[in-house]
């Protein structure tokens, strides 16, 4: 009975698609895909491919049809209202289909944030549970990702990191870690009404960035508490829970995680 995989052709996706191959014939997979543009590449590794759009409901039954498993990948919409709505049209397909696991990817820690964000994976969390199909969550933490507000080049360019002053840590993770943990999960019995929270095993601070950019530019990076630097993503940070880790995404992926600097690696070193 095939795995099914919604944002198959996002980034996530792809790299969950990847490891799967790695674990079961690509026949018993399906990309469930918005735009069937991409078909070709998952075609040509003999993986089925259906239509799916959150936005149009009557997509979502057919795409899951027949499969065991459902990989729902959340909605990347900036409107956390709208993505309620698709993220309800998921579920309720996947409940109509009879899948039989939902594996939903949600926000680490949502009940320490009061923001919409940590509100809409809450909620979907809520909805999921009520849906009375068997599920496995995995929240997942702040993508490493962010540390590009940082402007990482430019710091090793000026032998300074300047970030706003603060006791921060950060539980960060990277999609090819998460994409190891949950394909391990989709092949492998059992994770019925699990919730794993996907962190890093230990926080990192901005001390240890500047650290790991100075070993990777092999000159001193040295951080600077600015208290003039503005930025969104600063107050975001302050109101999710970035600090709290677990082990669960070590013990799913069966290896340590990435480290910090391989992690930054590719925000940090200059564009080719
Ligand atoms: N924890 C974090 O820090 C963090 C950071 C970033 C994202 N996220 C979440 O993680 C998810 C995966 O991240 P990612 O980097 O893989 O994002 P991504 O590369 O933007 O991929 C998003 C996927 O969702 C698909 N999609 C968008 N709207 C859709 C719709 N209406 N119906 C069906 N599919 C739709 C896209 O399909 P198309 O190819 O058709 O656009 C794409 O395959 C995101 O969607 C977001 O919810 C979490």
Same mark, same amino acid.
């Given at each position: ?11 996530? +996706? /792809? ?13 018993? @997979? ?7 543009? =991409? %078909? ?5 590794? +003999? ?9 149009? #409901? ?12 459902? @990989? ?67 929240? =997942? ?10 402007? $990482?080049?430019?710091?090793?360019? &000026? ?7 603060? =006791?921060? /840590?950060?539980?960060?993770?990277? %999609? ?24 890093? #095993? ?6 240890? @960035? ?8 092999? &000159? ?10 503005? =930025?969104?993503?600063?107050?975001? $940070? ?12 070590? %013990? $799913? ?7 910090? &600097? ?8 200059? @564009?080719?």
């Amino acid at each position: 009975m095939p795995i099914a995989i919604t944002g198959a052709s996002g980034k996530l +996706g /792809r790299l969950v698609i990847q490891e799967l191959l790695q674990r079961v014939p690509a026949a018993e @997979l399906v990309a469930c895909i918005r735009n069937t543009e =991409h %078909r070709h590449d998952f075609e040509k590794l +003999g993986i089925a491919v259906r239509h799916c759009d959150y936005d149009r #409901p009557e997509t979502l039954e057919q795409a899951f049809h027949g499969a065991s498993r459902l @990989l729902f990948i959340s909605s990347p919409h900036h409107d956390d209202g709208l993505r309620l709505l698709q993220h309800s049209s998921v579920i309720e397909a996947a409940k109509q289909s009879k899948i039989g696991q939902l594996f939903y990817t949600s926000f680490a820690f949502p009940e320490d944030g009061a923001i919409s964000l940590t509100r809409l994976h809450a909620a979907t969390e809520k909805a999921i549970h009520a849906s009375g199909v068997p599920y496995t969550i995995f929240r =997942h933490a702040i993508y490493s990702d962010f540390v590009e507000v940082l402007d $990482l080049r430019s710091a090793v360019a &000026k032998g300074e990191l300047r970030v706003q002053p603060g =006791h921060w /840590r950060f539980n960060s993770v990277i %999609r090819p870690d998460l994409a190891v943990a949950i394909a391990a999960a989709l092949t492998s019995p059992g994770h019925e009404q699990q919730t794993y929270e996907l962190t890093a #095993p230990k926080a990192w601070t901005f001390e240890e @960035l500047a650290g790991a950019l100075s070993e990777l530019a092999g &000159k001193p990076v040295s951080l600077i508490q600015d208290t003039e630097l503005q =930025h969104w993503m600063f107050g975001f $940070l302050r109101s999710i829970n970035t600090a709290s880790t677990t082990g669960d995404l070590v %013990r $799913l992926m069966e290896r340590p995680a990435t480290p910090l &600097k391989e992690s930054i690696q590719p925000f940090a070193l200059p @564009l080719k």
